[in-house]
């Protein structure tokens, strides 16, 4: 058992939280909950022993073995594939150099009898022991089986990892949390770059081998599928509940209503004592009454409401010209880079009005689609355009496209129309630029934050055929559920490329799905997609 006892942490004068206390099971599943800037990646981090506590301590049993996985890949651009997933083994490799370095000195030292020497014989005694009590492991056959068990094909073993997309990356991170059998997993956000297809992989891997987890994650669907037990993090303190995070939502919502009648009995009860002592103060006869009264209010612990959002900010497209019946019309179109066949022949109708979602692993030509048809490559084949489209892109490098010598505020006052300019303030509220956010300069902005500041731009701009590629990657859950309402609203056609299927969900009608150098039209809804694909899986692993 791992438990975190005490903990406080403090930037500045601000408490983040104080007096975190919790135990980690050997099979806990938990998921770590909150609205941004609550502490969630922090505790995290100091459970990982990346950062320390202000206060507090983390106790974990001599032998445990705590992996992390951080929202930025530690991989090195200088290693290979198979160097850096043979890192998992270090710790046992630096075992045995202790060793032998010990060795070489009792070899050479002549002070047989100074307590030094003795120390040494002690500290090769215990290592020895140690190391020889972990069973024989052929390193190389290890990592083999575990890339090939990821999608890595042999060749791919001596490519530098730079080579690597942000998704197979992760993958390489994970093949070496596999490789160390952790008693503690950590992740945070880890489904962010990755597809589907990678996301039901570490599902599978988490449920059925790994032993304690604790993950941060706005993708509900996997935190839904993996946990157990759900910490909320909120207003300096935890929550800690027995259940999975949809049912969590129930038993919070519970507990703010509690919350709210026992803060307005109290309430009530302070105001009613304060006009006694007000009344009766000078009166000689009441004096250790109100001495008494006084006391106690200052003596009484305050019930706080938790904080929550109750703002109902509806967001909704402008009006913009009906385009043609058909806006995008691909026949037998193909492309290739060199030698290379992203897909070939491949043909797509996308109706006006429809809502459509391109699925399929990393590098099989989804980003490469939306490039020809926003007209950015050249190919071979054919792709017509409807009558009087206009196209909203969101891509992943749209916050570079932003004015950085504009404030937050300008950037949306700039382009908001009608009824959305009394709103700014409130649409910004929304997307977590809050207070004094909305004066900062574009420039001073962090990578997520430019990239919410570019979604709001984007869904503000009169458009009838709307792509948006990974468009959730920096947005909490909220955030997204405004985002996806104004989506299922929006009477354009709407191409959609995410990996995120509870964000997919109610919106994807159909599904193309690319992979094989081929493009599959698939008519079900994202849900009958995914279930579709699960059985193939299976039998490809059965085969």
Known sequence: MITVNDISVQFGGTTLFSDVSFAINENDKIAL???????????????????????????????????YLPQHLLTKDRATVFEETAKAFAGIFKMKDEIDKINEQLTIRTDYESDAYMKLIE???ALSEKYYAIEEINFEAEVEKVLKGLGFEREDFNRPTSEFSGGWRMRIELAKILLQKPDLILLDEPTNHIDIESIQWLEDFLINSAKAVIVISHDRAFVDNITNRTIEVTMGRIYDYKAKYSHYLELRK????HQQKTYEEQQKMIAETQDFIDRFKGTYSKTNQVQSRVKMLEKLVLVEVDEVDNSALKLKFPPSLRSGQYPVVITDLSKKYDNHIVFKDANMVIERGQKVAFAGKNGEGKSTMIKAIMGEIDFEGKLELGHNVQMGYFAQNQASLLDESLTVFETIDQIAV???RSKIKDLLGAFMFGGDDTSKKVKILSGGEKTRLAMIKLLLEPVNVLILDEPTN?????????????????????????????????????????GHKRVKEHFENIAGFLALKKMESLRDIEK
Do not use: C, Q, W, Y
Request: glycine share 8%; net charge neutral.
């Open 474 to 514: 920096h947005l909490d859950m909220k955030t997204k559920d405004i985002i996806k309402d104004a989506l299922k609203n929006f009477d354009g056609t709407l191409i959609l490329v995410s990996h995120d299927r509870d964000f997919l969900d109610g919106l994807a009608e159909k599904v193309f799905e690319f």
């Open 33 to 67: 909950m909150g609205k941004n800037g609550a502490g969630k990646s922090t505790l995290l981090k100091i459970i990982a022993a990346v950062n320390k506590p202000s206060s507090g301590v983390i106790s974990v049993p001599k032998d445990a073995v705590v992996a």
């Open 418 to 420: 009608g009824e959305m």
């Open 254 to 257: 519970d507990r703010r209503i």
């Open 123 to 125: 500290d090769v005694s």
